[in-house]
């Protein structure tokens, strides 16, 4: 058996058997292991991210939200992701020269990853499993309370700025 085929047997036991967030480590733009773990005790909206995409202008609603609420224990998670409409084409290094130049990001990002389909990332696994399934496009965002638990779904055309995103991440830093 290949290794993939492996991999498909073993996810679904794999994210049954998570109970948070915390319990998946990612690898960050810079190519270093990212434990999220190391969140706990913090609020977390997770994105999936693109750079030819026509909702990137969320980059700036993104980056204000973090900028506003980091100090109060939110931290905001860019993931970028090729599975749409090869929105994502570059390497990580060009996706961290772009967010940086372009959006003056300063949050954490992690190196690029599938959200969708056979290759899919586990963290996304136990994402759309904890959240009535598969990503749809570009920019859908994971809300996850300080203990790890995925508490609220936005799809892509829900901006960083929209009243029902800050007043969920308002009550979930409360």
């Known amino acids: 058996m290949n290794l993939r085929a492996t991999a498909a047997l073993l996810l679904p036991t794999l994210l049954m058997a998570a109970s948070s967030v915390h319990e998946f480590t990612m690898t960050s ?3 270093k292991p990212a434990p999220l773990s190391s969140y706990k005790g913090k609020v977390m909206l997770i994105v999936n991210v693109a750079s030819k995409c026509g909702y ?3 980059y700036t609603g993104l980056e204000a939200l973090y900028e506003k609420y980091k100090d109060k224990g939110l931290v ?6 090729n599975n749409f409409g ?3 084409p570059g390497t990580n290094e060009e996706i961290k020269t772009f967010c ?3 959006y003056n990001v300063t949050f954490p990002m ?3 990853v599938s959200v969708k389909g056979e290759d899919m ?3 996304y696994g136990y994402l759309t499993s904890q959240t009535g399934g598969d990503v749809k496009w ?3 965002k994971f809300l996850v309370d300080k203990n790890g638990k995925v508490i609220q779904r936005f799809e892509s055309k829900v901006t960083p700025e929209s009243p029902e995103l800050v007043s969920a991440v308002e009550k979930a830093l409360q």
């Open 110 to 112: 992690m190196s690029k």
């Open 100 to 102: 940086s130049r372009t």
């Open 56 to 58: 990137t202008p969320q």
């Open 29 to 31: 733009i810079d190519g």
């Open 138 to 140: 570009n920019f859908t």
């Open 86 to 88: 090869a929105q994502e």
């Open 121 to 123: 990332t586990p963290l």
């Open 76 to 81: 905001l998670v860019g993931v970028p992701a």
